[in-house]
């Protein structure tokens, strides 16, 4: 029986000097879902004020462990396809009922323990990311630095095609509308 550890360094810096307010919000969950070895974090920054980043700092984890659970043959990409699209149906709801408008990029990252097909059904950990907006995630392997997510910006031809055909507009290559996933 093999146990992982898990062991991170985390840093927050709320960048006082250059903003007098911060609109950022993040989470680590060691052991997720109660898997030693396993983990899950989350960056969101805030737009428009802290509300959709703190809500889903708050939700968004318990979002993902319900759905995993649900759908525990589910490739986990798809697991967390839809999860950011619950959260962002969720959010929209949330946001109508406290009378505020506000948004966030997100960016996530769930290690997760995983039992391969052979016969020996040997244990591995698997790092997934996902995100929407600009917030990027990184990986350091050998001192270089590996992206390990795709930035949505609107001065990205690819990106704005997909906005717009969503029924988004841009201003200024920001996205200004509504726009889904």
């Not at 889903?56 to 995993?68: F, G, K, M, T, V």
């Not at 350091?140 to 095609?161: M, W």
């Amino acid at each position: 029986d093999k146990r992982w550890t898990t062991t991170v360094g985390l840093a927050a810096d709320c960048n006082s000097r250059w903003r007098r307010t911060m609109e950022d919000a993040h989470l680590s969950i060691l052991d997720f879902d109660d898997v030693p070895g396993q983990a899950f974090f989350g960056m969101f920054d805030g737009h428009a004020g802290k509300f959709a980043a703190e809500w889903c700092r708050d939700h968004l984890a318990p979002i993902l462990q319900e759905e995993l659970h649900k759908h525990p043959q589910m490739d986990v990409r798809e697991v967390l396809n839809n999860t950011f699209l619950h959260v962002d149906r969720q959010l929209e709801i949330d946001s109508e009922s406290a009378g505020v408008r506000s948004g966030c990029t997100a960016v996530t990252s769930l290690l997760r323990v995983e039992v391969d097909d052979a016969p020996e059904k040997k244990e591995r950990r698997v790092l997934y990311t996902a995100n929407v907006g600009d917030a990027r995630s990184v990986l350091c392997r050998n001192g270089r630095a590996v992206r390990l997510t795709y930035d949505h910006k609107g001065s990205d031809e690819r990106e704005a095609k997909r906005i717009t055909e969503k029924g988004g507009f841009l201003l200024n290559n920001r996205v200004n509308g509504t726009c889904l996933f």
